[in-house]
């Protein structure tokens, strides 16, 4: 497709509108749902056993039957237990052990939907009990008063099952709490306030609030976020998508190189890292912002980064970034690693085509310097040895040494063999780093100068031209018609081309330490689109370094 034929856009699409099971495509209000709590002897199901099992088949607003039973644990109740249940083992001597119990309720439960708080520490038992017991899988897909108490009652301070009933007014009489009989009733109480919390909201589908509970579990099973026909209407172009939680808070954002096919990747659950999974499980809206060129886009994903504060960050998913050996300032000492950018940086040698040799230089400095490395870390250095890291990382080391020799013969040196010995030792470090030449065929990535050239997102035979100052990319001056024209011979040009020499000129008024994680994916963008787009002679984006500017 022609990236200019259509007009950039923003629209949203719907999350979540696959089909499940029968059961969780009906309404609440026509739903069979099994209110259920237990107690047992202690929380990992392999090594304990349940103890009380109570049931309530809640079917059209009315309670239609119930399911109660003790059972036998075959093992003395922990004291811890007893205190909190107020089970005894008298209580459960005599009670039906979990061979002849369980059947009786998988029976009552069949394949309705579970509703209890904190419903995923009891599911471990039914899901443990089922396979040991029945010899089969749980089917049933479940809703946690819990995560979505978490979700409505923000403002509930204790989001326990009598806290919340307590904030609710649900119960007066809490005697009998920790009793399966007595909390699942409470439960259904608070489920029923559920119910109507999204009622209000418009949250109508059990299939919606399963959704919206966001666990991982839950999300997986209902499979994918986006509908395949609603992704066959969607352009291959660049884009920038949004996914906000249900407050309608932004919490990922990424730049997408062709909307509808990565769109469609983030519907393999399976492929994607965990914590990405998790937030897209969390996500109740899709807004997504079409764009005629990657760049725009890689830069509008920046600015969201720094305006949303997002804690997943969209390169670790995307893969857009550029990898390079970096020096950071870390307490009291410096830290060399590779890898993408981070906050902190003192200086910034690359890109890295070769992860191996980079990393073999990394290991050879490390040696070098008698400090450990760690693979994901790299190394630290303390500060006396980081400033001459720092001074390998600006190109100063000749003039490190050459002050390291006056220093030799200052008077309070030439008489202290300490001082003299810590000379000698700095001075034979920075001769060894000169021979190892660590830096060699890396360029610093922070001194790019020109200008990216790309199309307007808005409007045909219109461009977008972005100053790129010290690798920083300024706010783009639009330009009609031919832009190669427009810089080579309009006076309006003319000025464009002689303010951004000078202000290269008189240089970056950013501070590298300073630069925030939004800041610097910014600079990871100019990186991408002159490391790529020019090998692929990318004809509707352009990277023009100063030198050129003037020959347009």
Same mark, same amino acid.
């Given at each position: 497709?022609?990236? =200019?034929?259509?007009?950039?856009? !923003? ?17 609440? @209000?026509? $739903? ?16 304990? *056993? ?14 239609? !039957? ?20 107020? /089970? ?55 809703? *946690? ?73 839950? $999300? ?55 914590? =990405? ?31 949303? !504060? ?9 893969? %857009?970034?550029?990898?390079? =050996?970096? =020096? ?74 050459? %002050?390291? %020799? ?23 470090? /920075? ?21 990216? *050239?790309?199309?307007?997102? %808005? ?11 010290? !690798? ?45 994680? $939004? ?30 500017? @003037?020959?347009?």
């Amino acid at each position: 497709m022609d990236h =200019l034929s259509h007009k950039s856009r !923003s629209f949203n699409i719907p999350i979540g509108t696959v089909k499940g099971s029968e059961k969780i495509d009906h309404l609440f @209000t026509d $739903g069979t749902f099994i209110v259920f709590d237990l107690e047992t002897t202690g929380g990992n199901p392999e090594k304990n *056993c349940i103890l009380e099992i109570s049931a309530l088949k809640y079917v059209n607003g009315n309670v239609e !039957s119930s399911y109660y039973s003790l059972v036998n644990p075959r093992m003395a109740i922990p004291p811890i237990i007893r205190r909190i249940t107020g /089970i005894t083992n008298q209580e459960v001597r005599h009670a039906p052990y979990i061979e002849k119990v369980f059947p009786e309720f998988m029976d009552f439960i069949g394949d309705d939907i579970l509703v209890s708080h904190n419903a995923q520490g009891d599911l471990k038992f039914l899901v443990h009990f089922s396979a040991e017991v029945c010899r089969k899988e749980l089917p049933n897909f479940f809703v *946690c008063t819990h995560l979505l108490a978490q979700k409505l009652f923000a403002d509930a301070q204790d989001k326990s099952l009598m806290g919340l009933a307590r904030h609710l007014n649900l119960v007066h009489n809490t005697e009998n709490q920790h009793r399966a009989d007595e909390d699942a009733r409470v439960t259904l109480e608070l489920f029923k306030a559920i119910v109507a919390k999204l009622d209000e909201k418009g949250v109508r589908l059990i299939r919606d609030a399963v959704r919206m509970q966001g666990d991982m579990q839950s $999300g997986v099973r209902l499979g994918p976020l986006f509908d395949a026909e609603e992704l066959k209407n969607l352009h291959p172009t660049p884009a920038v998508m949004y996914l906000a939680n249900a407050k309608g808070k932004n919490i990922f954002a990424s730049s997408l190189v062709n909307l509808r096919r990565d769109l469609k990747a983030l519907n393999y659950f399976d492929a994607l890292p965990r914590k =990405l999974l998790k937030i897209i499980l969390d996500a109740q809206h899709l807004k997504i912002t079409e764009h005629q060129h990657l760049f725009p886009a890689m830069y509008q994903e920046a600015e969201e980064v720094t305006r949303s !504060s997002l804690q997943y960050l969209p390169y670790h998913w995307h893969g %857009r970034n550029i990898n390079a =050996l970096n =020096l950071s300032k870390e307490g009291d000492g410096y830290r060399v690693f590779l890898g993408p950018f981070s906050p902190g940086l003192v200086s910034s040698y690359g890109p890295l085509s070769d992860f191996k040799k980079a990393q073999k230089k990394l290991d050879d400095l490390a040696e070098l310097l008698s400090v450990n490395i760690s693979r994901n870390r790299g190394l630290w250095v303390p500060e006396e040895k980081g400033e001459i890291l720092v001074a390998l990382f600006a190109g100063t080391l000749e003039k490190k040494l050459s %002050r390291l %020799r006056l220093d030799m013969f200052k008077p309070k040196n030439v008489f202290s063999i300490q001082n003299q010995k810590k000379l000698w030792d700095q001075a034979a470090l /920075i001769k060894k780093l000169m021979e190892l030449k660590p830096l060699e065929n890396f360029s610093f990535l922070f001194s790019i100068n020109g200008v990216i *050239c790309v199309p307007h997102d %808005r409007k045909a035979n219109e461009w977008e031209l972005y100053p790129v100052i010290s !690798s920083f990319p300024q706010a783009p001056q639009i330009v009609k018609g031919d832009w190669q024209k427009w810089l080579s011979h309009s006076e309006e040009g003319g000025i464009f081309v002689k303010q951004l020499q000078q202000q290269i000129h008189d240089g970056s008024s950013l501070k590298l330490q300073d630069l925030q994680m $939004g800041e610097l994916l910014k600079i990871n963008a100019v990186l991408w689109m002159q490391q790529h787009h020019q090998q692929r002679k990318d004809t509707e984006g352009l990277f023009l370094p100063l030198s050129s500017l @003037t020959q347009v």
